[in-house]
């Protein structure tokens, strides 16, 4: 955990904190509109474009060291608190690009699905690239249900490195590195409601949970 006042040198933080006992969970609400085409029979591509809302909420817990640093400068033991606080709301608007490979024998399928996202988070100045990829072993149930089990991986850079402006008009500069969790289980099914609307839904389990709706047409 660095932070930079304009063209200053960084300073580090994270010895003031017990990082390793720190946590931060991020709750996501994406929009998306997906355009895709089956180019051969078993080659999906797609085009992806959304928006999203970011709630962030965590606490940073005090170590020794800043606890005395504290008391030193006479603020009174009673009044620190063991641990800071972190609540934000931040947008994001992202786009991406994406193909996946499926095949299938009798009525069991297999399919793997990559997608390259770039997500901005416009309160913060920051960019996040990301590769996603889905694996998924599926079964054609003979009313025309697919139903599927799989996971999921999302990998990316760890720091983020960005800015945030100040009412005074300074700049803090800020570099943050964390652990995410990298896979996750998936279950899910897709069912088509007509000759051209589809439905799917997917979940996610495990140190990160999701849910994943997707209504479509098809020309």
Same mark, same amino acid.
């Given at each position: ?28 609400? @994406? =929009?998306? +509109?997906?355009?895709? @085409? ?6 999906? @591509? ?8 970011? $709630? +962030? ?33 931040? $947008? ?8 996946? +490979? *499926? ?16 997500? =901005?988070?416009?309160?913060?100045? $920051? =960019? ?22 799989? *996971? ?38 897709? =069912? ?21 709706? @997707? ?5």
């Amino acid at each position: 955990l660095e932070v930079a006042l304009n063209d200053e040198e960084p300073v580090e933080l994270g010895g003031l904190f017990e990082l390793s006992e720190s946590t931060v969970d991020q709750n996501t609400l @994406v =929009t998306m +509109i997906k355009a895709d @085409v089956w180019l051969l029979p078993f080659l999906n @591509v797609m085009a992806i474009y959304g928006s999203g809302t970011n $709630t +962030i909420n965590g606490n940073l817990y005090i170590n020794e060291d800043l606890i005395d640093l504290l008391i030193k400068l006479g603020v009174d033991p009673s009044e620190i608190p063991d641990r800071l606080p972190i609540e934000s709301e931040l $947008t994001s608007s992202m786009m991406g690009a994406g193909a996946t +490979i *499926a095949g299938g024998i009798g009525n069991f399928n297999i399919s793997v699905n990559y997608q390259f996202m770039a997500s =901005t988070l416009e309160e913060v100045n $920051t =960019t996040k690239i990301a590769h996603i990829i889905s694996p998924n072993i599926g079964y054609m149930t003979p009313f025309g249900m697919n139903i599927m089990v799989g *996971a999921q991986g999302q990998f990316y850079d760890p720091a983020a490195v960005g800015f945030i402006d100040l009412p005074s008009g300074d700049k803090l500069n800020y570099n943050v590195g964390f652990e995410p969790t990298v896979w996750n289980y998936m279950i899910g099914l897709y =069912t088509p409601l007509s000759d051209h609307w589809e439905l799917a839904v997917q979940g996610g389990f495990g140190d990160r949970r999701s849910l994943t709706v @997707v209504f479509g047409y098809r020309f």
